[in-house]
C-alpha cells in the first residue's frame, strides 16, 4: 500500500512538472515582435560582405572570442533578452559585422537571444546565409544592421546611401 502511495504521489508530481514546463514553453516570447509589438524608431544601417572575409574571420578563433553579459530593464529583474558585449576585437567577425564593445544585441533576425551561447551560434551560421539582420542599441539608440553576404565570385557594387562595404 505504502509503494502505491508513492509511486502514486511520484506521478502526480512527475505531471505537474510536464504540465509546468509544457505551459512555460508556449508563453516564453520568441519574436522580438512578441515583447515589442511596436518598434522603436530604428536607424538602418545597410552592410555588404564578402562572404569569404566573413569566413576567415570565423576562423581566427582567438579574435572571436566575446562577453556577453545581460542587460535588466526596470521592468522585469527576472528575465532578459538583450545582452551587452564587451571585448570586440579589431579582428573578429563580430568587428566586421560593424558590431562594437557597449553594444547591446536586442535580436538576431527577429529572434530573442535568450541565452549568450545563442549569439556567437548565430553569427557562425552567416556564412552560410544571403542576407540578415541584427537589431542593436548603441550609445541608446536603436539600430538595425542589414547584412548582404557577397559570394567570392560576385563583383561588388557602390552600395547605397547608408551602407558600407567590408
Known amino acids: 500500500m505504502r509503494m502505491q502511495v508513492i509511486r502514486l504521489v511520484g506521478a502526480v508530481v512527475l505531471g505537474l512538472f510536464v504540465v509546468s514546463c509544457s505551459s512555460t514553453s508556449l ?3 520568441r519574436f522580438i515582435d512578441d515583447i515589442r509589438p511596436v518598434p522603436p524608431p530604428l536607424k538602418v544601417m545597410h552592410l555588404s560582405i564578402q562572404r569569404k572575409d566573413l569566413q576567415e574571420a570565423l576562423t581566427r578563433q582567438g579574435d572571436n572570442a566575446i562577453r556577453l553579459v545581460p542587460v535588466f530593464d526596470n521592468i522585469s529583474v ?18 566586421l559585422l560593424g558590431l562594437q564593445s557597449s553594444d547591446v544585441v536586442v535580436a538576431a533576425d527577429r529572434y530573442l537571444i535568450k541565452r549568450p551561447d545563442q549569439f556567437p551560434a548565430f553569427v557562425s551560421l552567416l556564412v552560410g546565409a544571403d542576407q540578415a539582420t541584427i537589431e542593436i542599441r548603441r550609445g541608446g539608440e536603436g539600430r538595425l544592421l542589414k547584412y548582404s553576404f557577397i559570394p567570392a565570385a560576385a563583383k561588388r557594387d557602390g552600395g547605397t546611401e547608408g551602407s558600407q562595404q567590408f
Do not use: C, I
Open 27 to 29: 508563453k516564453e516570447p
Open 78 to 95: 527576472k528575465q532578459t533578452y538583450s545582452y551587452r558585449l564587451f571585448d570586440v576585437n579589431e579582428n573578429s567577425a563580430y568587428a
